[in-house]
């Protein structure tokens, strides 16, 4: 059950406040000064607080929850109907700001909304061990320079909450970096919280990123909390950046710069606490001059810039990739298929990889799959190019090609390869329909034939 402190100096506000949220199905305590509330406050899940108290100020103990270290949501309620209490109220991470004689419809609406956050974030950190677990830097595999002038990146950024950009190529591992900096800082107990920015329509976007309130839009029936809120002290890490729409972008701006957010549909100000991240494989110089990308937003995204190589530039890497990818498909699958012949490691190192480390596990899965033995052999690895080149000499008069061009073939042979069924080439790709169908036009792709574009292909 839901534990809800009062913490007020009025014997009659408490009484009738206990009986409201007791009839609600809350577990009510109660507490009338400052000292007694922070005896009070380990187990409650929200406290409703009023400024005025005797002893400690209320402003001195609501500094004093939310310095602990899984602090509950603190609903301010006072007489106080300035703007001066109302900004420090807020800059010092009260939940939300009431002024008496209390609207009873409002508060019950804000303490269920401030107890499903609380009860969302603690779901949120049963999965913390986990993905920390999963996350280390030992995960970041490789011997490269390049990949050691990430870990110290990685190592420097952590110590602050500075605002981080990721930037490289599909598959490069730009997720596992902002892991990795969340699970090194001293917030690695508070939630880790990603959104991928293609994965919405804008519309929809703008309310899983900011949360929304009951009637901001058809089919609003109950307040949401939106990612920013979820991510509470952690981390909330934007994927793909530099798809995010124009009229999007202007509003992340502005939370950046004042470090606060509006839900949909509600124009109170919500702090924002957590660190941002993003991660892009787009090139957001040149897009910000083509007018596709606020020049202001990446500057402020790029307090820090961490850049990933793709693994054709550190191909020295990737035997030990292979090793830890294997033994990690083979906890996953059961198995152990453990050893690789070597004329298929030096295929395997030769291979340019467009898709780059998720492509190379991709790959390496399917290999186990098929395996009968302990020895992944080439002719079970999906690419035929991998699987030929483990019988033939690298070919050193190939011509060099354009980072564009490497992903047009890619694309193109993805679709070639799925008879052009989007719903497929997307799953293979790893990206969405919309993106899919951009680049298409980009790289003026038609299929084969005739049929138009637009047709998902045989199913």
């Known amino acids: 059950m839901t534990r809800v402190l009062v913490v007020d100096d009025d014997r009659s506000i408490r009484r009738s406040l206990e009986k409201f949220l007791g009839g609600l199905g809350y577990d009510v305590v109660t507490a009338a000064d400052g000292a007694e509330a922070l005896r009070a406050a380990g187990g409650a899940d929200v406290v409703l607080l009023d400024l005025g108290l005797p002893g400690a100020d209320g402003f001195e103990v609501l500094a004093r929850l939310r310095a602990e270290d ?3 949501p603190v609903i301010v309620i006072t007489a106080r109907d300035d703007m001066q209490s109302t900004v420090r109220a807020i800059q010092q991470g009260a939940y939300e700001y009431l002024v008496k004689p209390l609207d009873i419809d409002r508060l019950r609406l804000v303490v269920q909304r401030a107890a499903a956050s609380r009860n969302a974030e603690r779901a949120l950190g049963q999965f913390v061990a986990r993905e920390a677990a999963s996350a280390q830097l030992g995960n970041l595999i490789g011997k490269s320079p390049a990949i050691r002038d990430v870990w110290k990146q ?47 329509a804008p519309g929809v976007l703008e309310s899983e990123l900011f ?38 972008q202007a509003k992340l701006l502005r939370v950046l710069q004042e470090r606060v957010f509006e839900r949909v549909g509600d124009g109170r100000p919500v702090p924002l606490r957590a660190r941002v991240i993003a991660a892009t494989h787009r090139d957001l110089p040149a897009l910000a001059a083509s007018g596709g990308f606020r020049e202001d937003l990446y500057y402020r995204l790029r307090v820090v810039e961490i850049r990933l190589p793709p693994l054709r530039d550190r191909a020295e890497d990737v035997p030990l990739l292979v090793e830890g990818l294997l033994a990690k498909i083979n906890r996953e699958l059961h198995r152990d298929v453990r050893r690789v012949a070597p004329e298929t490691m030096a295929a395997l190192v030769r291979y340019p990889w467009p898709g780059n480390v998720r492509e190379l596990e991709n790959a390496l899965t399917r290999a186990v799959v098929l395996s009968t033995g302990e020895v992944l052999e080439a002719r079970h690895l999906p690419l035929a190019e991998v699987a030929a080149a483990a019988s033939r000499a690298p070919a050193g008069d190939e011509p060099l090609v354009s980072l564009r061009e490497v992903e047009r073939r890619h694309v193109e042979r993805v679709l070639a390869a799925t008879s052009w069924n989007k719903r497929r080439a997307c799953a293979v790709l790893e990206i969405s329909r919309p993106t899919l169908d951009r680049k298409i036009a980009e790289f003026a792709l038609s299929r084969p034939g005739g049929g138009g574009d637009d047709e998902d292909g045989d199913a």
């Not at 690695?188 to 959104?195: G, K, L, N």
């Not at 901001?216 to 509470?232: H, P």
Request: net charge negative; charged share 20%.
């Open 70 to 72: 899984h602090p509950p």
């Open 154 to 200: 990685i190592g420097a950024v952590s110590t602050s909450k500075t605002t981080v950009l990721v930037l490289g190529e599909s598959g490069t591992g730009k997720e596992l970096v902002a892991k990795a900096i969340h699970y090194a800082s001293a917030e690695r107990e508070q939630p880790f919280v990603a959104i991928n920015c293609t994965a919405f």
């Open 211 to 248: 949360g929304h309130v009951k009637g901001a839009f058809t089919g609003a029936v109950a307040d949401k909390a939106g990612r920013f809120e979820l991510a509470g002290g952690g981390t909330l890490f934007l994927d793909e950046i530099g798809e995010l729409p124009l009229e999007l």
